[in-house]
């Protein structure tokens, strides 16, 4: 079993920045891709950023450049570094990794976490 910790959201006016961090503990499981997801009342949970375990990225459109996504494989985690929100930024954010255990791999999704961005 593997659980995830989410740290970091909060409210921040348009402009501002955030900084997501989630933590993987368990064990016997190695981490494949991580990624992050948020949803926005009333919305579909859409994907934000993902890094794989080699240390490519993929964001979506409405962050690129704004965004960074990065992990440590040494301390199984994820950030997001967020600069520059935007309102339509506000949702909740989810840290999503898959994983492999033996034969079997498996997501797992963080509690998420509240980030607000006043106009």
């Known amino acids: 079993q593997v659980q995830l910790v989410e740290s970091g959201g909060g409210l921040v006016q348009a402009g501002g920045s955030l900084r997501l961090s989630c933590a993987a503990s368990g064990s016997r499981f190695s981490i494949n891709a991580m990624a992050w997801y948020r949803q926005a009342p009333g919305a579909q949970r859409e994907l934000v950023a993902r890094?794989?375990?080699?240390?490519?990225?993929d964001y979506a459109d409405s962050v690129k450049g704004r965004f960074t996504i990065s992990r440590d494989n040494a301390k199984n985690t994820v950030s997001l570094q967020m600069n520059s929100l935007e309102p339509e930024d506000t949702a909740v954010y989810y840290c999503?990794?898959?994983?492999?255990?033996?034969?079997?791999?498996?997501?797992?999704w963080g509690q998420g976490t509240q980030v607000t961005v006043s106009s």
């Open positions: 890094v794989t375990s080699r240390g490519s990225t």
């Open positions: 999503n990794i898959n994983t492999t255990s033996g034969w079997s791999r498996r997501d797992y």
